[in-house]
């Protein structure tokens, strides 16, 4: 079944950074989806700006590339594309002088009754500068809206002088902080499961759920970002933002209503009932790991020092840890998050184990009863996964094996899985700022990763190193060993 179309009003779209990885990549692709699919009307305009000097034509020609490059040719639609390339503009801004911003308030200003999108594709501690112009020069109007990448900050004080600087020139209304993480399908279908089916709620809690997992993976370094890298870690990168989102959802309490404020409201909530890891227990709830050179399936890949250039670097590429909520819901029941580049293999997704049984009434010749697993995949193959005790057809008596109700998102429903990117963009369009993390999600979620951050450097505690292309050091491992528990790596 098709997916319905919703259209959204004419909207500029401003994106800063416009010739960056990430409009290349990810904005441009996405918007051009959109506008195939109909949800953009023939008015709206998609202006990108940046430093260098070029003309409007020059960009459509790099937009063209960027189509090219990571847009699939069965995918690609010569009509289509003619009209997404007729909508971009270029200006030229210095976002740290004063050129370009007189034009860009000319090429607005005919239409200040419109939507428009500040998308703020920019190194973060260039959010403020670029605010504070916008301001000045006139173009935050009571449709504006403004997209602000992760990081934001690398500290509670850093989020905060972030937020500070955006928030004088923005009402927090208009300000969407982006985790794309939010956008993808099986994030939001987690919601679905727990809040439209009577199946899991009621078993949703530390009674019945043993543990959760949530992890990150890639199999790839840092690709080119070590300068930024070596300063953020695994930690400050994937867990502070994205994997924190992703076990808010997990563990949220039932909102009233699926709106921004009723979802985030409970967030909060988890993120404030995160019992704290500090210097008393660090070394007993976390691991740091740092990888060395090894193999992947492309062949030898070098170590993260080799990579960046360094001859030493305390950083860790990886983390794993054991996080608790003090709450009734989940009281006793064990998080556990791992993240990390150059791993096995590229995997994002979070597995829900349920207690075992309390009494099996099979003899031992049926076979070892496995506790049942929700298995939620993010990446690379979206899609949902409950594991579930049936008999092993055949006659000769009981025999019991575990086996998955499986439903991949591409098969069940044969189309194309729209971009988070896509959903997201559009979502700022339509003013819904549910899937994107309020002000005092972001501080909250620093309040508790900082202590560890100071711990780690109190203690000295220095990253393992680990072969690039296996599952992180063993003490990973043994974080959850130690508790009776292992790693869930047998794919979906």
């Keep these: 079944m098709a997916s319905r179309l919703i259209t959204v009003d004419t909207f500029d779209f401003i994106a800063f950074g416009g010739t960056g990885d990430l409009a290349r990549r990810k904005l441009l692709p996405s918007l051009y989806f959109r506008d195939c699919a109909g949800q953009i009307d023939g008015a709206s305009r998609i202006i990108a700006t940046a430093r260098s000097h070029m003309t409007s034509e020059a960009y459509r020609e790099l937009a063209k590339t960027a189509i090219e490059t ?38 607005l200003k005919p239409n200040e009754s419109r ?88 078993v949703w809690n530390a009674a019945h759920i043993d543990h959760v997992q949530i992890t990150v993976a ?26 924190l989102q992703l076990l808010c959802l997990v563990a949220m309490e039932p909102p009233a209503a699926f709106d921004a404020d009723a979802v985030r409201d409970e967030k909060l909530k988890i993120l404030k009932s995160l019992k704290p890891i500090n210097e008393s227990n660090v070394g007993q709830l976390t691991v740091r790991g740092q990888y060395e ?96 005790m049936i008999k092993d057809p055949g006659p000769g008596g009981m025999r019991l094996r575990a086996v998955p109700l499986d439903m991949s998102f591409a098969e069940s429903f044969g189309e194309r899985n729209p971009d988070a990117y896509e959903r997201l963009v559009m979502d700022v369009v339509r003013g819904n700022p549910t899937l994107f993390m309020r002000r005092d999600e972001v501080e909250a979620a620093w309040h508790w990763v900082d202590p560890i951050l100071e711990a780690w450097a109190s203690t000295n505690m ?10 992180g050091p063993s003490a990973g491992v043994a974080l959850v060993e130690r508790d009776g528990r292992t790693w869930h790596e047998d794919g979906i």
Excluded: C
């Design 70 to 107: 990571h847009v699939k040719p069965e995918e690609r639609d010569a009509n289509g594309l003619a009209r997404f390339l007729a909508r971009l503009e270029y200006v030229s801004v210095d976002v740290n002088g004063e050129d370009g911003w007189d034009e860009l308030a000319n090429l």
């Design 462 to 471: 220095a990253p393992r190193l680990y072969r690039a292309g296996t599952w």
């Design 218 to 243: 890639e199999s790839i370094g840092v690709e080119g970002r070590g300068g930024y890298y070596d300063t953020a870690g695994a930690l400050r990168d994937m867990v502070q933002n994205h994997m």
């Design 293 to 388: 050179a090894g193999a992947s399936a492309q062949g030898p890949v070098p170590g993260y020092l080799e990579e960046i250039g360094a001859s030493q670097s305390s950083n860790e590429t990886f983390v794993a840890l054991k996080a608790e909520i003090a709450n009734w819901r989940w009281a006793g029941t064990p998080f556990y998050l791992r993240s990390g580049k150059r791993l096995a293999q590229r995997v994002s997704e979070i597995v829900v184990a349920f207690r075992p049984i309390p009494h099996s009434i099979f003899d031992a010749s049926a076979g070892p009863i496995q506790p049942n697993q929700l298995v939620i995949r993010l990446q690379p193959d979206e899609g949902v996964k409950l594991q579930i």
């Design 115 to 202: 939507i428009r999108v500040f998308y703020l594709a920019t190194a973060p501690e260039l959010f403020g500068t670029i605010s504070a112009k916008l301001g000045a020069h006139g173009m935050v109007t009571h449709q504006a809206r403004v997209v602000v990448e992760k990081p934001v900050g690398k500290s509670l004080a850093s989020a905060k002088v972030v937020n500070d600087a955006v928030g004088q020139v923005f009402a927090e209304q208009q300000i969407y902080r982006i985790d794309h993480y939010l956008g993808k399908e099986t994030v939001q279908n987690l919601m679905a499961l727990r809040f439209a089916n009577a199946l899991f709620e009621p």
